[in-house]
């Protein structure tokens, strides 16, 4: 039997929209947080101190992690890697140790991570902001 569902094998899914409000809720300065699952499958997270116009957290990818499909409507995002690969599997880039993944404000993304990634992940909502860290990570 031929049937349409056969051949249709991608699966769509609602991005969910995380803000740093949300890690802030999820994390602490002094110890690795798992995530919940409903937002990525291996993930752990731990904030770090920044000046007052940026949120700033260490991410700890497991070997086989990912995120869900996310947005963040409310600010952009920096993902800087410390150690480790990472690929937005949205656009299929690959970011390796000593790259930077700059995210605009309402861009959908989904982070998958093959073996064991640190990544600086820093938040802001000021485009000027965002570009002064970016030269930071230059």
Same mark, same amino acid.
């Given at each position: 039997?031929?049937?349409?569902?056969?051949?249709?094998?991608?699966? /769509?899914?609602?991005?969910?929209?995380?803000?740093?409000?949300? /890690?802030?809720?999820?994390?602490? =300065?002094?110890?690795?947080?798992? /995530?919940?699952?409903?937002?990525?499958?291996? /993930?752990?997270?731990?904030?770090?101190?920044?000046?007052?116009?940026?949120?700033? =957290?260490?991410?700890?990818?497991?070997?086989?992690?990912?995120?869900?499909?996310?947005?963040?409507?409310?600010?952009?995002?920096?993902?800087?890697?410390?150690?480790?690969?990472?690929?937005?599997?949205?656009?299929?880039?690959? =970011?390796?140790?000593?790259?930077?993944?700059?995210?605009?404000?309402?861009?959908?993304?989904?982070?998958?991570?093959?073996?064991?990634?640190?990544?600086?992940?820093?938040?802001?909502?000021?485009?000027?902001?965002?570009?002064?860290?970016?030269?930071? =990570?230059?």
């Amino acid at each position: 039997m031929n049937s349409s569902f056969e051949y249709n094998t991608s699966i /769509l899914v609602e991005p969910i929209n995380i803000t740093s409000v949300d /890690l802030i809720n999820e994390s602490t =300065f002094n110890e690795w947080k798992e /995530l919940p699952y409903e937002i990525c499958d291996g /993930l752990s997270c731990k904030r770090i101190k920044t000046p007052e116009e940026y949120n700033g =957290f260490l991410l700890k990818y497991d070997t086989n992690s990912y995120t869900v499909p996310h947005i963040n409507a409310d600010e952009y995002e920096v993902l800087n890697v410390k150690y480790g690969t990472i690929t937005n599997l949205i656009t299929g880039e690959s =970011f390796t140790e000593g790259e930077t993944l700059v995210i605009d404000k309402g861009e959908v993304h989904e982070i998958y991570c093959n073996s064991e990634a640190y990544i600086y992940f820093i938040t802001t909502k000021s485009k000027s902001a965002l570009a002064n860290l970016t030269k930071v =990570f230059d």
